[in-house]
Each structure stands twice: as C-alpha cells, then as structure tokens.
C-alpha cells in the first residue's frame, strides 16, 4: 500500500515538473557533473535511488540524490544535498549514465528551508 502512495506521489511530482517553466539555463556537462559530484557516479542501486526534489527561489526545482537504505534519512543528510543541489536534467543525465532503470528511482518531493519560497508558504499559514 505504502509504495502505491509512493508511485501515484511520484507520479504526480513528475506531471508538475514536466508542466513547469524552465528557467535554469542548460545544464553542465556529464563531465563537468562528474568532477563536480562524484558520489553521484558511484551510487549503489541495490535498494534504489532517492532523490530529494524541492522548489527553489527562482521558481526552479532542484534535486539531489542518495543510495536507498532501509532507514530514514536524517535532516542534516537531506540538508547537505540542498547546499550542492542538481538541476532535474542534470540528475537525469546522471541516472542515465549510470544506466540505473526508472524502477529503481524513488521521488521525495521536500520543503527547501533555506529559500524564500518556504518563507512565504510558511506566512500563508500563521
């Protein structure tokens, strides 16, 4: 049941990345993403691959990804991946060089809490 309510928000997650405006220029090369975040090209695929999505100020979403564990991931390891974050194409990019199948891919849609844009949803609601 529980990966049921994973696919369907997932699935959901990637019909609103897919709607919205870009507006991050090109991404980098796989290159320069693989001197840049060589973790990324050493990850384990095993129990799936996590990435962490989350909206940014300019209106962007970014990502940033981990081996999948049996385990919750802490907020000190999900906030790491924030302060070196992945445009969705260049984890695309990623995930297709390290030939790691769609299956085995699990999105986390999270609040960024460094941005603006949390500050404001946080103001509609006190």
Known sequence: M???I??????ILLTALVG???TQTEP????????IYPEYFEMSDFKG????VWKSDDGSFR??????????????E???LQERPLSIDEAKMILDESGI???????????QPYTEYKKQINKLYE
């Open 2 to 4: 529980k990966r049921r």
């Open 6 to 11: 994973l696919s369907a928000l997932c699935l």
């Open 20 to 22: 919205c405006k870009k």
């Open 28 to 35: 980098r090369s796989l290159e320069t993403l693989k001197e």
């Open 49 to 52: 691959i996590e990435v962490y």
């Open 63 to 76: 990502c940033g990804m981990m081996s999948g564990t049996n385990r919750m991931k802490t907020d000190e």
């Open 78 to 80: 999900i906030e790491a």
């Open 101 to 111: 199948a769609n299956n085995f891919v699990f999105l986390i849609p999270i609040a």
